[in-house]
């Protein structure tokens, strides 16, 4: 099997917004994150995913673009970006560019031009249809209505799988491909580390059989992508796959398949809603995660594809407080919870504050939310007959403003984000909870990320899930005869495991002498060496 970096880094990924301001403005900017690099080396990352930093209206804050070639002003300027290419790269840090091209902003000048006349030179840039089919949009029940938004300039409707905003480009026409292309050359000459693609399964769409994800010609794009813009770097190129399964993870991420590296698959996320619906309610079910888990380990093997890792992204609430315990065990859960998923195969995504155990906040008024689709879910729930307080309490469970509160770095005003006023309220307990500190989480994160980078049975080896209780995850890996077992209680529960192996050493975590009989106290997990 080929080797590459990305096999053996851990990701880190920066929500620019809520980051790091340095002037004072409310909002987080590339100078602010260039100043906190040495904490992320601190870490031990490898690698920055960069939520988007370009020009935009910030409808969904950066993933309507309205110029791929330009960064927000808010966010700096081209000069600062490139300074944060190379301070980063003296870090060894790699930075990945997050890649939104399955649409754009409607303040993009190539929609201006399109929506502009039905002969428009950019006409065929977007898609155009006289009549609204029955596309609905709403991907993972964000966003919903109609997919189809009428233009009164040409009395056609232009589709938008998001925001009315953000209307999507049509893949079908090469020239809109050959400039996504030329856009994604530019950044990989700036020295950047790869892409983050985001909702990338949606390019190959099919308007006309009504199919958007996973369509006809999704492959032979990627595959054309990667000729055209990715080949001959070693960059990383990571895409955001919602329904990808084991057998899709490969045709995107197998080495012969000539197009991404890895996949973000969604499996352990989507399968704690309830019907599939995020709003209906997120429970973590430690046995479905677990059979999850296992499946991805077992089925999408080292010569198949590679997976990814994750907790946490700017779309999910705080893994903390959705699956672990923060109020009782908020240390212990966060820990646990760390463990069992780096102890696996894959390459780890960690979420801005995830390392220090941020917590989701507690909404308690539509002023202090933000995001584009928890006001798309207010104004539902009251088409249905509910009142605000039952959004906002959705809101506080899984609403996406829960990862995009301000990262907690010290105890001073405003946690140390900025020195103005924040444009989303900093979480009142970051007196308690912030990174000045380092503390407990983030020596585990530190280690995790040190022994992955070290050890080549992290990276590579077998995987065999083990028999436990059902609220304890308990697996093995190996490689070239030697083993390692990681066990995480994921309950407030204690529980009991045994296992006929020997400690041979601990290596991180809590880990007994004996593993016989073991009890278990709630969150409790560890990482040994045995034989
Ligand atoms: C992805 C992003 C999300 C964004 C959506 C539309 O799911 O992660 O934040 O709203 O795509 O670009
Ligand atoms: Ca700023």
Do not use: C
């Amino acid at each position: 099997m080929e080797k590459h970096w990305w096999h053996g880094v851990t990701m880190y990924q920066i929500y620019p917004r809520s980051f790091q301001d340095s002037n004072g403005d409310g909002i987080g900017d590339i100078p602010g994150i260039i100043s906190r690099l040495d904490y992320l080396q601190e870490l031990g990352i490898g690698g920055i995913w960069l939520s988007p930093v370009y020009a935009s209206p910030m409808v969904d804050n950066g993933y309507d673009i309205s110029d791929y070639e330009a960064i927000a002003p808010e966010y700096g300027t081209m000069a600062d970006m490139e300074r944060l290419i190379a301070e980063a790269d003296k870090r060894g840090i790699k930075i990945v560019m997050d890649l939104v091209v399955n649409h754009t902003s409607d303040e993009h000048a190539w929609f201006v031009e399109s929506r502009s006349s039905k002969d428009s030179e950019k006409r065929d840039f977007y898609i155009w249809r006289d009549e609204a089919t029955d596309i609905r949009s709403g991907f993972t029940g964000d966003f919903p209505g109609s997919a189809w938004q009428l233009d009164e300039t040409t009395g056609q409707y232009y589709l938008h799988i998001f925001a009315p905003k953000q209307p999507d480009l049509n893949w079908a026409n090469e020239k809109v491909r050959k400039a996504v292309y030329d856009m994604m050359n530019f950044w990989v000459d700036k020295g950047i580390g790869g892409f983050r693609m985001d909702v990338i399964s949606l390019i190959g769409k099919d308007i006309d059989q009504l199919i958007t994800d996973d369509g006809p010609m999704l492959h032979p794009y990627l595959k054309e992508m990667n000729a055209a813009a990715l080949a001959g770097h070693d960059l990383l190129a990571v895409g955001e796959t919602w329904s990808a399964t084991p057998e899709r993870a490969k045709m995107y991420s197998a080495p012969a398949s000539k197009e991404l590296s890895m996949v973000f698959q969604f499996e352990h996320i989507t399968a704690m809603w309830e019907n599939g619906n995020k709003w209906l309610g997120n429970h973590f079910d430690v046995a479905k995660f677990k059979t999850i888990m296992a499946k991805w380990q077992t089925e999408l093997g080292l010569e198949d594809g590679w997976n990814s890792l994750f907790w946490d992204n700017h779309d999910l609430p705080r893994v903390v407080s959705a699956f672990g315990n923060d109020k009782d065990y908020r240390v212990e859960s966060a820990t646990a919870l760390a463990i069992a998923l780096h102890g696996l195969r894959g390459t780890p995504y960690i979420y801005q504050g995830e390392e220090i155990g941020m917590t989701n906040f507690d909404f308690q008024s539509e002023a202090q939310i933000d995001d584009v689709e928890e006001k798309a879910h207010i104004q539902n729930v009251l088409r249905e007959g509910g009142s605000v307080e039952d959004a906002l309490a959705d809101i506080r469970t899984v609403g996406r403003d829960n990862a995009r509160t301000p990262m907690q770095w010290d105890t001073t005003e405003n946690s140390g984000f900025t020195n103005g006023k924040s444009w989303l309220a900093v979480n009142p307990n970051y007196k308690e909870i912030n990174a000045a500190a380092r503390g407990p989480i983030f020596e585990i994160y530190q280690q995790l990320i040190a022994l992955r980078k070290a050890e080549d049975w992290v990276k590579f080896g077998e995987f065999e899930l083990l028999d436990s209780p059902e609220n304890v995850f308990a697996y093995l890996r190996s490689s070239e005869n030697r083993h390692y077992l990681i066990v995480a209680n994921l309950s407030d529960q204690v529980n009991h495991f045994s296992s006929e192996w020997a400690e041979v050493k601990a290596i991180i975590g809590d880990a007994p002498i004996n593993l016989k009989d073991l009890t278990l106290t709630p969150w409790q997990a560890f990482i040994v060496e045995v034989s």
